[in-house]
T-cell receptor, first 117, second 109 residues
Framework: DADVTQTPRNRITKTGKRIMLECSQT?????MYWYRQDPGLGLRLIYY???????NKGEISDGYSVSRQAQAKFSLSLESAIPNQTALYFC????????????????FGPGTRLTVL | KQEVTQIPAALSVPEGENLVLNCSFT??????LQWFRQDPGKGLTSLLL?????REQTSGRLNASLDKSSGRSTLYIAASQPGDSATYLC????????FGTGTSLTVIP
């Protein structure tokens, strides 16, 4: 079984709809991240969470919100989807609870392809 | 704002050739630099992580170097194989996480 799972894997929706992307991990990691990937722009960080009570905005948080329901679950919401939010979305985790800063490797989920019409 | 650039954007080489992928970043205040591999339709797999105090890391046929002062990293792939065909991304960790746009590598049998 995959350590980091994302649901759904593909989603097509219409402008104005509310969408939730979910991420679950079985790695026991404290840190979780949401990225979006666009052709020619690479991955950009949307939000990240260092533990259940800690939520931080990333580079491009406008139009998105997140919820860390448990250590293992981190959801990304688009309250009112718009076409320029069409992208590939990745969830990632890392564990730095027992290591010095700078040594944490990120582990990625398989991605969710979202299309907003 | 940190900017991460990868050159070239695409590279095609014959099997067996040694190759170098380049990554540059504008802010040297980083904790680490990572190289990832991305296969089509899949997530990213971490290949190597270099801490800011380190100069290089090796894993099998892969060797990554880091020159923090000049804002550069290279990923060296020895004796390339068709299975190495993928997109390679570098990422730096500072106060946030920044990815390059990737180099798409094709190894021709």
């Amino acid at each position: 079984d995959a350590d980091v799972t994302q649901t759904p894997r593909n989603r097509i929706t219409k402008t104005g709809k509310r969408i939730m992307l979910e991420c679950s991990q079985t790695k026991g990691h404290d840190r979780m991240y949401w990225y979006r990937q666009d052709p020619g722009l690479g991955l950009r960080l949307i939000y990240y969470s260092f533990d259940v009570k800690d939520i931080n905005k990333g580079e491009i948080s406008d139009g998105y919100s997140v919820s860390r329901q448990a250590q293992a679950k981190f959801s990304l919401s688009l309250e009112s989807a718009i076409p320029n939010q069409t992208a590939l979305y990745f969830c990632a985790t890392s564990d730095q609870s027992r290591q010095a800063r700078g040594t944490d490797t990120q582990y990625f989920g398989p991605g969710t392809r979202l299309t907003v019409l | 704002k940190q900017e991460v650039t990868q050159i070239p954007a695409a590279l095609s080489v014959p099997e067996g050739e040694n190759l170098v992928l380049n990554c540059s970043f504008t802010d040297s205040a980083i904790y680490n630099l990572q190289w990832f591999r991305q296969d089509p339709g899949k997530g990213l797999t971490s290949l190597l992580l270099i801490q800011s105090s380190q100069r290089e890391q090796t894993s099998g046929r892969l060797n990554a170097s880091l020159d923090k002062s000049s804002g550069r990293s290279t990923l060296y792939i020895a004796a390339s194989q068709p299975g190495d065909s993928a997109t390679y991304l570098c990422a730096v960790t500072g106060n946030q996480f920044y990815f390059g746009t990737g180099t798409s590598l094709t190894v021709i049998p």
